[in-house]
């Protein structure tokens, strides 16, 4: 029998999306989702060696924490991140504790961040069809236009499972095909050739690297999410860098346990 989650207590998560890009019969158009607060069952899920083998930990958790009747497999990647800030700071509290190394001396620094005073990105919703995941963007430099959607979570899983499968074939050149391997889900068609053959071929061999980086920059700055950036300053040598709150199993799993 399943487990009623709802016997446990509850908060409301806002989403950065506002539900905005959902189809209006998809229960995530309501722009909120339901998460119940963790217990000691879903540490069992965090400490799962076969899990975080397998890199599915964190997506097993959100199953088991999430109460709205919701498809997962749908959400987005930039609400899923706020739905796993908000539960972290339901199960563990809201300073998180993380390691990172200096990228100017290699020092190793520890910091610790507030999670409840990161804010969501700003998005013009006002510019973009509601219920429509789909939009258009021009490269600077070919001109070409492509057809792109923001990334779900059945995307991510997809691009997790081949690029694991890709790893059989690359390892010995060392190429790390991750950014290929992710524009090919986020392309949706170019110059309206939906053809995902024509697509793919546009992505290995014709996607100019200047108009790959501005198109990467553009989703960054367009997608729906929260703002993991984080100022650090170097212990050792002062330097000052933005740098991305990790999102790990350690996110869940406080440096105080054993």
């Given at each position: 029998?399943?487990?009623?989650?709802?016997?446990?207590?509850t908060?409301?998560?806002?989403?950065?999306?506002k539900?905005?890009?959902?189809p209006?019969?998809?229960?995530?158009s309501?722009?909120?989702?339901?998460?119940?607060?963790?217990?000691?069952?879903?540490?069992?899920?965090?400490?799962?060696?076969?899990?975080i083998?397998?890199g599915?930990?964190?997506?097993?958790?959100?199953?088991a924490?999430?109460?709205?009747?919701?498809?997962?497999?749908?959400?987005?990647?930039?609400?899923?991140?706020?739905?796993?800030?908000?539960?972290?700071?339901?199960?563990?509290?809201?300073?998180?504790?993380?390691?990172?190394d200096?990228?100017?001396?290699g020092?190793?620094?520890?910091?610790e961040?507030d999670?409840?005073?990161?804010?969501?990105?700003?998005?013009?919703?006002?510019?973009?069809?509601?219920?429509?995941?789909?939009?258009?963007?021009t490269?600077?430099?070919?001109?070409?236009?492509?057809?792109y959607?923001l990334?779900?979570?059945?995307d991510?899983?997809?691009?997790?499972?081949?690029?694991?499968?890709?790893?059989k074939?690359t390892?010995?050149?060392?190429?790390?095909?991750?950014?290929?391997?992710r524009?090919?889900?986020?392309?949706?068609?170019?110059?309206?050739?939906?053809?995902?053959?024509?697509?793919?071929?546009?992505v290995?061999?014709?996607f100019?690297?200047?108009?790959?980086?501005?198109?990467?920059?553009?989703?960054?700055?367009?997608?729906?999410?929260?703002?993991?950036?984080?100022?650090?300053?170097?212990?050792?040598?002062?330097?000052?860098?933005?740098?991305?709150?990790?999102?790990?199993v350690?996110?869940?799993?406080?440096?105080?346990?054993?």
């Amino acid at each position: 029998m399943a487990e009623d989650k709802r016997k446990f207590p509850t908060e409301v998560v806002s989403l950065p999306s506002k539900g905005h890009f959902y189809p209006e019969d998809n229960p995530l158009s309501s722009g909120e989702v339901e998460v119940k607060y963790m217990t000691a069952k879903e540490e069992d899920i965090l400490t799962s060696q076969s899990l975080i083998r397998k890199g599915v930990v964190l997506d097993k958790l959100l199953e088991a924490l999430v109460v709205s009747d919701v498809n997962l497999d749908d959400i987005l990647i930039g609400d899923k991140n706020a739905v796993m800030v908000a539960t972290r700071v339901l199960g563990y509290g809201k300073d998180y504790a993380f390691e990172y190394d200096c990228p100017s001396c290699g020092a190793k620094n520890k910091d610790e961040v507030d999670l409840t005073v990161l804010e969501d990105k700003e998005v013009d919703f006002k510019k973009l069809e509601k219920g429509k995941n789909e939009f258009e963007f021009t490269l600077p430099s070919s001109k070409r236009n492509v057809t792109y959607k923001l990334l779900e979570q059945r995307d991510e899983k997809a691009i997790d499972s081949e690029l694991k499968a890709l790893k059989k074939f690359t390892k010995d050149s060392g190429v790390d095909p991750e950014i290929t391997t992710r524009l090919k889900r986020a392309i949706v068609a170019v110059d309206g050739n939906r053809e995902r053959k024509e697509v793919n071929d546009f992505v290995d061999n014709e996607f100019l690297s200047r108009d790959s980086l501005a198109f990467r920059e553009h989703l960054v700055d367009t997608t729906p999410d929260v703002d993991m950036i984080y100022n650090f300053e170097c212990e050792e040598c002062d330097h000052g860098e933005e740098v991305t709150v990790p999102m790990t199993v350690q996110f869940f799993w406080p440096s105080a346990r054993g």
